[in-house]
């Protein structure tokens, strides 16, 4: 039994993974990473998640100058934050829904300002339409988690000809992949986005699985 395990109660990483992409209610998921946001930093390297390390390395390729203002999604502890600062952008605000996981991704002091505030629930954004040139984020979509419509409330923050970027394990189940789909499908035909670039696969990404890199404009 790893680490992770041990202390979050899972008998195996599997098992904890299981629970973590299980669908379920957002007061839940917020308990589920309250309950984890203590120990996530030294825990998510036992589910060998490299998420934000290899988000970075993809992003800085984009050439995107350092000056932007970027919100990064589902901050969580502010890892992300943390490797995009490193590489001189300043500018970056963090939104999470959970308090406890923006309380430590405030002491990285990297991030400008911070919003608790789930997406995909029907609630108000705080955010004005339009205040950044990108948003960005690792992991955060799918089961169990931010469901795929709130794609839409995220195009709203970005700027005409700002930047949507996400690298995520693609969906494997039928019903969640349509989702997905369906949701792309429906921005890239209504003109509100377009690619810039072919969808980029990358190994090691969660527990040796390979994650997908995406870049969209919105138009």
């Known amino acids: 039994m790893s680490n992770t395990s041990k202390a979050l ?31 996530y930093d030294k825990e998510v390297k036992e589910i060998e998640y490299n998420g934000p390390e290899l988000f970075a390395k993809s992003f800085i390729k984009l050439n995107v100058p350092q000056n932007v203002k970027i919100i990064d999604i589902a901050a969580g502890t502010g890892t992300l934050g943390e490797k995009l600062n490193a590489m001189g952008y300043k500018y970056i605000d963090a939104l999470d829904g959970t308090p406890e996981m923006l309380d430590i991704a405030r002491k990285k002091n990297v991030y400008r300002n911070f ?8 609630y108000e954004s705080p955010i004005k339409d339009g205040t950044y040139d990108v948003a960005m984020w690792s992991g955060a979509f799918g089961q169990g988690h931010i469901p795929y419509t709130a794609f839409h409330e995220i195009i709203a923050m970005v700027k005409q000809g ?14 969640d992949e349509e989702n997905f789909k369906s949701v792309m499908d429906d921005l890239t035909d209504n ?28 138009l």
């Not at 700002?162 to 019903?175: M, R």
Request: proline letters at 5%.
């Open 9 to 39: 109660g899972y008998e195996s990483v599997d098992a904890f993974l299981e629970e973590c992409l299980r669908e379920k209610p957002p007061e839940e998921v917020k308990k589920f990473y309250a309950n984890w946001a203590a120990n």
């Open 115 to 122: 919003y608790q505030f789930f997406l995909g629930c029907g």
């Open 162 to 175: 700002g930047l949507v970027c996400w690298l995520f394990e693609y969906p494997t189940e039928q019903n």
């Open 191 to 218: 003109g509100k986005w377009k690619a810039i670039q072919d969808p980029v696969c990358l190994d090691e990404y969660l527990n040796h699985n390979s994650g997908m890199f995406y870049a969209m404009k919105k």
